[in-house]
C-alpha cells in the first residue's frame, strides 16, 4: 500500500483549512523567503514576475516548483510558452525586483530594459547579474486555490561572476539580506 497522497486529495480539502486568509499572511510573513524573478519568452510574448514561492523537487531528474498568482499577467505567458528562467536575486537588485513586481506600472517589455539580459537554450531570458539563474521547461502545472503551481525540470543554470554578492530576501514584508552565522 502507497502512502503518497494525490495533490487532487490534498486540494480537496484546502476549504476546510481553519485559518483565515489574513492570518495565514501574517504568518508566513514571518518567514524568509529567497527573491526570484521567474522570466519567459516565446510565442506567448515576454514576461516576467517577481516570485518568493520557489523550491527545489529533486535532483533527478533537476526539478524546481514556483507558484504564481493566476491573476499576474506572466501566469498565461508562462503556460503558452512553456519555458522559464529562475533569477534568484542578490541585495543590490531591490530596483529589479520591484520592477518585476509592477511597481511604477513600467509596460512589461521595458521591465527588461533596466537589467542586463542574456537568452539561455530554452529561449527564456536571464538575469546576467543574478546569483544564479535556471533554465527550465514546464513540465507539469496544477491550479490550487488562487495560484498556479509549475513544475519545470531543469536544464541549465548561469550565474553573477561574483562570489561576494548576498542574497536578496523577503521577511517581514520588506527586503533583508543574509549574514553568516558562526557555527
Not at 30 to 54: L, M, Q, Y
Not at 140 to 167: K, L, M
Amino acid at each position: 500500500m502507497s502512502s503518497a497522497v494525490s495533490i487532487e486529495a490534498v486540494a480537496s480539502h484546502i476549504t476546510d483549512a481553519a485559518i483565515d486568509a489574513a492570518s495565514f499572511r501574517d504568518a508566513l510573513s514571518r518567514a524568509a523567503t529567497a527573491v526570484t524573478v521567474i522570466a519567459t519568452d516565446g510565442a506567448g510574448g515576454r514576461a516576467g514576475v517577481t516570485c518568493s514561492a520557489v523550491c527545489s523537487v529533486s535532483d533527478s531528474p533537476p526539478t524546481v516548483l514556483f507558484c504564481i498568482n493566476r491573476r499576474s499577467a506572466a501566469n498565461s505567458v508562462i503556460k503558452s510558452n512553456g519555458v522559464v528562467s529562475i533569477n534568484w536575486l542578490h541585495a543590490s537588485q531591490t530596483a529589479v525586483s520591484q520592477l518585476f513586481a509592477g511597481a511604477g506600472a513600467v509596460p512589461m517589455a521595458q521591465r527588461f530594459d533596466g537589467d542586463s539580459w542574456g537568452v539561455f537554450a530554452t529561449g527564456a531570458p536571464y538575469s546576467k547579474s543574478a546569483m544564479v539563474a535556471l533554465d527550465c521547461k514546464v513540465v507539469d502545472q496544477i491550479e490550487i486555490g488562487t495560484h498556479s503551481v509549475f513544475v519545470a525540470q531543469v536544464f541549465g543554470s548561469a550565474g553573477a561572476e561574483s562570489s561576494n554578492n548576498t542574497p536578496l530576501v523577503y521577511c517581514r514584508r520588506s527586503y533583508a539580506t543574509t549574514q553568516p552565522v558562526a557555527a
